[in-house]
């Protein structure tokens, strides 16, 4: 099957629309710090997080890996000529299917979704370089009135 997903590089017909996500392809080390809503704490862990061209390279996926070497979760992204990115992420752990739309806001990408329960989500990529960047994620309650930052991750090119 891997054989069948991955890419050895981006579509060249729409290469230019995959570059938006297309400059994160490799492996990446993550300081994470998440909040939990109940406890009303943050806790802070390292990640691998892994990102790969897939499906003839119409779309870029990725895996965040803990500690312990077991998958978190992971993200597909493909493009779409009629809307952009769609975008899902999967977390079996948590039980969380979150479907996202992105776009690049000057040097930032930004993600728009729901998440499994109904609450919008609004995630985004920032301070991208070619070896570093940051990524926050925020929940809304109120169906985007407030939001409240729920993690935040800095991460650091290791290859690719």
């Known amino acids: 099957m891997h054989r069948s997903l991955l890419a050895d590089g981006p579509a060249l017909e ?11 392809v490799g492996e990446w080390t993550v300081r ?8 009303g704490a943050w806790s802070e862990s ?3 997080w892994t990102f790969d061209w ?5 779309g870029v996926q990725d895996v965040l890996v803990d500690a312990t070497g077991s998958a978190v979760g992971t993200t597909v992204r ?21 479907v996202l739309t992105a776009e690049e806001v000057e ?30 994620g925020w929940c809304s309650n109120d169906d985007g009135g407030t939001w409240w930052h729920e993690q935040h991750m800095d991460a650091q090119r290791t290859t690719g």
């Open 54 to 58: 897939i499906l003839g390279g119409s």
């Open 107 to 136: 040097d930032r990408v930004e993600l728009m979704g729901v998440q499994a329960d109904g609450r919008r989500v609004r995630w985004v990529f920032s301070g991208i370089a070619p070896d570093t960047f940051a990524w926050d």
């Open 78 to 98: 493909t493009w779409d000529s009629r809307v952009g990115w769609r975008v899902v992420w999967f977390c079996p752990r948590a039980a969380e299917h979150v």
């Open 32 to 39: 994470n710090a998440l909040y939990s809503e109940d406890a």
């Open 46 to 48: 390292d990640l691998v």
């Open 14 to 24: 729409i290469a230019s629309e995959l570059a938006g996500f297309g400059r994160f």
